[in-house]
């Protein structure tokens, strides 16, 4: 799942560590979100676009489901 969490991470000047903390995640939690290689839980991403003050849709770009 694609996300603009880097982008808008580095435009407020935030390290992956900083980030992390306002979520309460880890930096590698983060670093995994931002490299599309972890899907955050809906809880996280809704923690994550609250933080960005962005819906969920607005900050992570969903793909269409191959369970269809």
Not at 44 to 63: G, K, Q, R, V
Request: glycine share 2%; net charge positive.
């Amino acid at each position: 799942m694609k996300n603009k969490v880097k982008q808008l991470r580095e435009q407020l000047g935030l390290t992956q560590a900083q980030l992390g903390q306002k979520v309460k995640v880890s930096r590698q939690a983060i670093n995994a979100i931002e490299k599309n290689k972890f899907d955050p839980s809906i809880w996280l991403a809704y923690d994550l676009a609250n933080f960005f003050n962005m819906t969920i849709e607005e900050l992570f770009e969903f793909e269409e489901s191959e369970r269809k």
